[in-house]
């Protein structure tokens, strides 16, 4: 088969591989020749040759033959490419040998080019992960071994594993950084195991410079891939190579996990990413918003929306970032400015789900707490504008806050009546425009009932 043939070949199988695919396994290979019904090719490494034969050997030998060969297997031969001189300008004196074969047989997962550092917000919540993730991918030495990140979904772990994937790329090119989901760790043993290959597989895992384990939590209970894991962790320790970990939650958590990996684990830094709070989510939106304008020039978002989403999403960052982008959709396709209400009603599903169920004994109890009143005074039939305010704004809340009917509401405040919850809403409605004492009183209520 001619060079153009294989060209032929290898773009069809850019196509359907998909760019990632492609990049790691095909693009390494050159075709040496084809003799009788074997096509020979030249690979860097042994375990890329096995890879492709296993995963792409069938579809390949296929194409080739519709391309005009006559092929049912194929062979690889180990051997690096031969250098080449555009890509690698004359070398000095001074330069060191070239370090064991870049990063480019690593079957490291593909990295998201905008979870970087430089995308990352930070605030109280994950301050500290933050800060311990910029240690590990910027000092030479090796600092906390391993770094174990973990946190409840959504709230930035696999940003900051990408983000020190980046940065050691960027500081230290010839490094061989590998990271990897848990499922694919696993994926990727089983397949040794299936195809009697552990050798490349531990050779490999071995060889490493930095090694990056994703959502850790996934092996719990799978045994024997948690003492491969248990082997490859120890080597690369030994070794002084970093390893950085993330789970949804601390190693003492997770259960089905063996004793000895639990205490393994914890050896370096165990950090957590917190829940967000509001000033976090307002951030975080607001440098989204910034990326997301680059693309929607022409939206315009009321004062107001960003905080008013900062306010009731809470948690995780990832519905957060999907509703920005639902809004500006939205935005640009009615084609004027996005008021408080049509966010509202664009994010109703969202808002509803994320809705913390507040009770009204809840709103109750804590409009007294703030006024050093006792829930009963609330409760009670008195008058005095110092316990009536505070019922009506307890009211309001509830009226705000709950999906209870007004009677229910009523009822809830010692046996009222609905008319009387009618009313109290009125009040504060139009104290909050009036009294800013109040309106303020109302919004922090509300801040600490949603926390
Ligand atoms: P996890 O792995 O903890 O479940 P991710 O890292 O996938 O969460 O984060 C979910 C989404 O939220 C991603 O798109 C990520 O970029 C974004 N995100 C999370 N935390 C931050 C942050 N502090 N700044 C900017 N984006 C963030
Ligand atoms: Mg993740």
């Known amino acids: 088969m001619t060079d153009e043939g294989w060209g032929e070949v290898r773009a069809k199988l850019q196509s359907t591989l998909g760019a990632d695919a492609y990049t790691n396994w095909i693009e390494p290979l050159s075709l040496i020749k084809t003799e009788g019904k074997v096509a020979v090719f030249r690979t860097p490494t042994k375990f890329i040759g096995n890879w492709v034969n296993r995963n792409y050997g069938a579809r390949i030998c296929e194409l080739m033959n519709a391309n005009g060969a006559c092929v049912d297997r194929l062979e690889f031969s180990v051997q690096t490419a031969t250098p080449q001189p555009e890509k690698k300008p004359a070398k000095t004196y001074h330069e060191a040998p070239p370090a064991k074969s870049a990063k480019s047989d690593l079957p490291t997962s593909p990295l998201d080019k905008r979870l970087t550092f430089e995308n990352f917000v930070v605030g109280q919540p994950n301050e500290l992960a933050h800060a311990a993730a910029r240690r590990v991918a910027e000092s030479d030495a090796v600092s906390f071994n391993p770094l174990f990140l973990y946190g409840g979904v959504g709230l930035g772990k696999t940003h900051l594993m990408h983000a020190i994937a980046w940065e050691i790329r960027n500081n230290r090119p010839d490094a061989r950084v590998l990271y990897l989901s848990a499922e694919q760790f696993m994926h990727k043993f089983v397949q040794a195991l299936r195809f009697k290959d552990m050798l490349t597989f531990k050779d490999m895992f071995r060889s490493v410079d930095v090694l990056m384990?994703?959502?850790?939590?996934?092996?719990?209970?799978?045994?024997?891939?948690?003492?491969?894991?248990?082997?490859?962790?120890?080597?690369?320790?030994?070794?002084?190579?970093?390893?950085?970990?993330?789970?949804?939650?601390?190693?003492?958590?997770?259960?089905?996990?063996?004793?000895?990996?639990?205490?393994?684990?914890?050896?370096?830094?165990?950090?957590?990413?917190?829940?967000?709070?509001?000033?976090?989510?307002?951030?975080?939106?607001?440098?989204?918003?910034?990326?997301?304008?680059?693309?929607?020039?022409?939206?315009?978002?009321?004062?107001?929306?960003?905080?008013?989403?900062?306010?009731?999403?809470?948690?995780?960052?990832?519905?957060?970032?999907?509703?920005?982008?639902?809004?500006?959709?939205?935005?640009?396709?009615?084609?004027?400015?996005?008021?408080?209400?049509?966010?509202?009603?664009?994010?109703?599903?969202?808002?509803?789900?994320?809705?913390?169920?507040?009770?009204?004994?809840?709103?109750?109890?804590?409009?007294?707490?703030?006024?050093?009143?006792?829930?009963?005074?609330?409760?009670?039939?008195?008058?005095?504008?110092?316990?009536?305010?505070?019922?009506?704004?307890?009211?309001?809340?509830?009226?705000?806050?709950?999906?209870?009917?007004?009677?229910?509401?009523g009822r809830r405040f010692g046996g009222r009546d609905h008319t009387t919850v009618i009313h109290a809403v009125k009040k504060i409605t139009e104290l909050k425009e009036s009294d800013a004492a109040i309106a303020e009183d109302v919004e922090l209520l509300r801040r600490m009932l949603e926390a």
């Not at 894991?229 to 063996?258: E, Y």
């Not at 975080?284 to 306010?311: C, R, T, W």
């Not at 966010?343 to 507040?358: F, H, P």
């Open 213 to 409: 384990i994703d959502d850790v939590q996934f092996i719990a209970g799978k045994e024997s891939t948690q003492d491969e894991f248990f082997h490859t962790f120890n080597a690369l320790i030994d070794q002084n190579k970093q390893i950085v970990i993330s789970a949804d939650r601390s190693p003492n958590d997770i259960d089905d996990i063996d004793d000895r990996i639990k205490s393994r684990l914890q050896w370096g830094l165990v950090v957590d990413i917190h829940p967000t709070d509001y000033e976090l989510r307002l951030g975080i939106l607001q440098s989204k918003m910034e990326a997301n304008l680059v693309h929607y020039p022409d939206v315009v978002i009321a004062d107001g929306v960003i905080e008013f989403l900062a306010h009731r999403i809470s948690s995780n960052v990832r519905v957060l970032e999907g509703a920005l982008t639902r809004l500006f959709a939205f935005a640009s396709l009615v084609g004027k400015e996005v008021t408080l209400d049509m966010a509202q009603e664009s994010l109703a599903d969202v808002l509803r789900t994320t809705q913390k169920n507040i009770t009204v004994e809840e709103i109750i109890r804590k409009v007294a707490e703030h006024y050093h009143l006792k829930v009963n005074d609330i409760l009670s039939a008195r008058r005095a504008r110092a316990v009536a305010r505070p019922r009506q704004i307890a009211m309001f809340l509830a009226k705000n806050l709950t999906s209870k009917s007004l009677p229910d509401i």
